[in-house]
């Protein structure tokens, strides 16, 4: 577990390497290729479909810490039942994304940019509608993903997050070539969410041996859960807002052309915010399984304390 937590750690900073590198030369680019204009109404419906990821409801963090208390006990039944209980709303929330993300495309001329033809906002709702669908594929596919990352298999994880930064221009800019236009931004995405989602569920299935029962529900369980996914849902809509009203507020004040300029400099401080929680969430599971074992609060914050030191003298020489 520990060489994991290390090979977690520096593929993960390789990963966010890679992703800068390919976006500093990605992004002028796309620019280029499609126009600010055009660049700018794809942020622009991005953001606001990023809304519809607040349904996750921070499940994936709910999912590594009662499934870390499994693993300890080595429930295996248990195991299976909350992959089920999981599954099943992960499910439900992709149909309510589906539902919600119809009616935001609908009565999105609300907040739609100003200065907009027939035509282009026409093209805004359809662009919306690949992310959306996007959104959806996420859901389901997230739970294989949490399975991967609670039993620490890191370097699995960063690998695939790795492919998914380097297929990301290598499949968008042939369909910007075909004429795809910035459908092709959105739809290579919803492409590699679907190819990283059936390689999270090849490997559960072929390595980890994950199972699913859809009956016997701890509902006791299940009103923990929800207890506990609350607090985190209200700091993921917290952050949600502050890092998408944004772009929101500029595109219906401004236009597309400011929200380009705007997502090109606010790219600089997401890669930083992102850095800075590389070894913070390789080290969660653990935290989790120290806490369902009974260890002291004195070990557990020598941990956070050990953490906290390597991300401020990493973050230093970065900034």
Not at 1 to 18: F, V
Not at 46 to 75: A, C, H, M, P, W
Not at 81 to 90: A, E, H, I, K, P
Request: glycine share 6%; hydrophobic share 50%; charged share 15%.
């Amino acid at each position: 577990m520990k060489n994991q937590r290390m090979i977690g750690i520096i593929m993960s900073y390789l990963s966010a390497g890679i992703s800068i590198i390919t976006t500093f030369i990605y992004t002028p680019l796309i620019v280029n290729m499609l126009g600010s204009g055009s660049y700018g109404r794809y942020s622009w419906a991005l953001s606001i479909v990023s809304y519809l990821s607040l349904l996750q409801l921070g499940l994936n963090v709910t999912f590594t810490r009662f499934y870390s208390r499994l693993i300890v006990e080595k429930d295996e039944q248990g195991m299976r039942r909350m992959n089920g209980l999981f599954m099943s709303v992960y499910l439900f929330l992709s149909l309510v994304a589906l539902i919600y993300g119809f009616f935001l495309i609908r009565y999105c001329d609300v907040i739609m940019i100003k200065g907009l033809s027939d035509a282009t906002v026409a093209s805004v709702k359809n662009l919306m509608w690949i992310m959306v669908l996007n959104v959806a594929l996420t859901f389901p596919f997230s739970l294989f993903q949490s399975n991967i990352v609670v039993r620490e298999q890191y370097f699995f994880a960063r690998l695939i997050e790795i492919l998914k930064h380097v297929f990301n221009p290598l499949l968008g800019i042939p369909l910007m070539l075909l004429g795809f236009g910035n459908y092709a931004l959105a739809w290579a995405t919803t492409l590699i969410t679907l190819g990283t989602g059936i390689a999270y569920m090849v490997f559960c299935f072929k390595k980890l041996h994950i199972g699913f029962e859809f009956r016997g529900f701890d509902w006791q369980i299940l009103k923990q859960i929800l207890s506990f996914t609350s607090f985190v849902f209200l700091s993921s809509a917290i952050n949600q807002v502050n890092w998408s009203v944004d772009r929101m507020i500029l595109g219906k004040i401004s236009g597309d052309t400011a929200v380009t300029a705007y997502t090109l400099g606010d790219n600089l401080s997401m890669y930083f915010l992102s850095i800075s929680t590389i070894i913070s969430d390789v080290y969660a599971p653990k935290v989790h399984r120290l806490v369902a074992s009974g260890h002291h609060d004195r070990e557990i914050n020598h941990l956070f304390r050990r953490v906290a030191r390597i991300q401020f003298m990493v973050l230093s020489l970065i900034i």
